[in-house]
């Protein structure tokens, strides 16, 4: 059923803090989630800029990847107080609301297009000091206390295990995957003790003002425990730096730059090799929801042009792959 | 032989129609519209270098397992392989050959992408 959502944000206003709402605007929407912008009107400092998250389809806690947004909710409020930047949590919607499993968070000025980001006039003065901030913002969020927060633990054996039965329940056979797998396994990092992740810590997903950098760590729901090391590569995977590959950090920065500013924060010491084991897994990863997502068009689950296309970036992480391969994991 | 027009020329004429249309379209089918622009082109590619980066490949397949067979038998021969680590980064001429058949693949998927070698 369709939900009235300007009509509910009218009626929420108040306790907003303003009197209405104006430019209510759908900015995305997959198949459960939908992103809203609009602009709070009639309050004190005046007109607020604001997003509206809140889930359109159904949701199966314990089998899903995903938070539920009580549980983003939370985490920006966490990330806020260790001192990670965050789009500040306006409300966590309750069902009196009508809006569902929803929430609000104040709207952070900046980029979020990784392109623009890498390549950009503008961004050109920031770009170099943003793999340091990154690792500083990834300190932080990894000293969040996890015990409170209703999040799923994943190690790398536990990523490869899962990984891989998608795979093989695809029916694709892809050489170098079989050979990620493989290498993989047998080279696990030794453990280390579990932090809080983000999950999803990468370049498209991170707020970036021209002058300050990184305003706001964005997209939280794939949030879960685990080795800080996978934040930290996940930015540096060559999917997300868009066409600057030569800059292992989200296309922007160096390695060091990211290591040296996490340390710097109180991060626990994490070696470059350990980051480029969890780097490879992360192009392994990203190469198999690519593969999944063209299954869910040859299933006819989801009829678009966009899904069997990303099917084509399989070969991107495989030549990734086979790159981190030749040098040694 | 089927040419007047040819398959590539057919596939060019409609991306280049999708594309007139893209300024006039809202965002969404602008994205998907560019999105499906690209799918074109890639059928274009894969029209014009396809049969030859396949009979590469399986050339280099041929090479590295030392038996003949179409190209989709020796894929699976080498995916069993490596697999059950029979094979694997150790085994000479394996990572180039897979980079070789790779490299091929992405001129048809994503000509533009840049992966650094090193990683």
Not at chain 1, 282 to 294: D, E, I, R
Not at chain 2, 62 to 86: F, I, K, P, Y
Request: proline share 6%; aromatic share 6%; hydrophobic share 45%.
């Amino acid at each position: 059923m369709e939900v009235d959502i300007l009509g509910h944000l009218q009626a929420l206003a108040p306790k907003l803090g303003g009197t209405g709402v104006e430019g209510v605007q759908r900015l995305s929407g997959g198949a459960s989630m939908e992103t809203w912008a609009f602009t709070l009107v009639g309050g004190a400092p005046g007109p607020a800029e604001m997003i509206l998250r809140r889930r359109s389809g159904p949701f199966n806690a314990a089998e899903s990847r995903s938070t539920s947004l009580a549980t983003e909710a939370a985490l920006i409020q966490a990330a806020h107080h260790v001192g990670a930047p965050v789009a500040p949590l306006v409300r966590l919607c309750e069902p009196e609301d009508g809006l569902g499993e929803a929430h609000i968070t104040g709207r952070v000025a900046g980029e979020t297009l990784g392109r623009k980001i890498v390549a950009g006039e503008a961004f050109a003065a920031i770009r170099p000091r943003l793999a340091r901030q990154c690792g500083q913002i990834l300190a932080r969020i990894h000293s969040i206390p996890g015990e409170a927060l209703d999040l799923k633990t994943a190690d790398a054996l536990g990523e490869l295990d899962r990984y891989e039965a998608i795979y093989r329940a695809s029916g694709a056979r892809r050489p170098v995957l079989e050979l990620a797998f493989h290498h993989l396994r047998g080279n696990l990092p030794p453990p280390l003790p579990d932090v809080v992740l983000h999950g999803d810590f990468r370049n498209g997903n991170l707020m970036i003002h021209p002058e300050t950098g990184v305003a706001a760590v964005l997209d939280w729901e794939l949030s879960h425990r685990g080795d800080p090391a996978e934040d930290l590569s996940w930015l540096c995977v060559n999917s997300w730096r868009f066409g600057r590959s030569h800059l292992p950090v989200g296309g922007f920065g160096h390695y060091q730059d990211l290591l040296d500013g996490y340390a710097e924060a109180g991060g626990t010491a994490i070696s470059l090799p350990r980051l480029r084991y969890w780097q490879a897994l992360g192009s392994l990863k990203w190469g198999v929801m690519c593969l999944m997502m063209y299954a869910s068009y040859a299933s006819g689950a989801t009829p678009s042009v966009e899904r069997p296309m990303i099917g084509r970036r399989v070969s991107e992480t495989e030549l990734d792959l086979v790159h981190l391969l030749e040098v040694g994991l | 032989m089927i040419e007047h027009p040819r398959a590539e020329e057919l596939v060019e004429a409609v991306a280049s129609w999708i594309e007139s249309l893209r300024p006039s379209l809202p965002p969404r089918d602008a994205f998907l519209a560019r999105v499906a622009a690209n799918a074109l082109a890639t059928v274009g590619r894969e029209l014009a270098q396809g049969p030859a980066a396949d009979q590469a490949t399986q050339a280099r397949l041929v090479a590295l397992l030392g038996h003949e067979g179409d190209l989709a038998s020796l894929n699976a021969d080498l995916c069993d392989r490596l697999e059950t680590g029979e094979m694997g980064v150790h085994t000479p001429g394996l990572l180039a050959t897979l980079k070789a058949n790779i490299i091929d693949q992405i001129a048809i998927d994503q000509p533009n992408y840049v992966s650094q070698p090193g990683g």
